[in-house]
């Protein structure tokens, strides 16, 4: 079965880098979309960024995502971070292409576990 392992999460200061990756593993389908979202407490899950097989990628903000094909590996950047961007970050991923920004969370299929992201 498709799993997703997120991993990279910690604790900075602002203005710090963090690099998160997630291991995507078990899927066969040779089209997809995968998304980086993140949620705060007490706020609804929101886009970071997405990335597909077409090469499409959107970024929501000050991120940057990327993908290792060799490692099926799904990577995001998050430079200058902020106490704001405190969040558990989570990876997901549909079987389609994805563009005009990144999805909606609704429209992805199977998600990570998540990884916790504290900057103060």
């Known amino acids: 079965h498709v799993q997703l392992v997120e991993s990279g999460g910690g604790s900075v200061q602002p203005g710090g880098s963090l690099r998160l990756s997630c291991v995507a593993s078990?899927?066969?389908?040779?089209?997809?979309?995968m998304g980086w979202f993140r949620q705060a407490p007490g706020k609804e899950r929101e886009g970071v960024a997405s990335?597909?097989?077409l090469g499409t990628t959107s970024v929501a903000g000050r991120f940057t995502i990327s993908k290792d094909n060799t490692k099926n590996t799904l990577y995001l950047q998050m430079n200058s971070l902020k106490p704001e961007d405190t969040a558990m970050y989570y990876c997901?991923?549909?079987?389609?292409?994805?563009?005009?920004?990144?999805?909606?969370?609704?429209?992805?299929?199977?998600w990570g576990q998540g990884t916790q992201v504290t900057v103060s």
């Open positions: 078990g899927y066969t389908y040779s089209r997809y979309c």
């Open positions: 990335f597909d097989t």
């Open positions: 997901a991923i549909v079987w389609r292409s994805c563009s005009g920004g990144v999805p909606a969370p609704q429209a992805f299929d199977i």
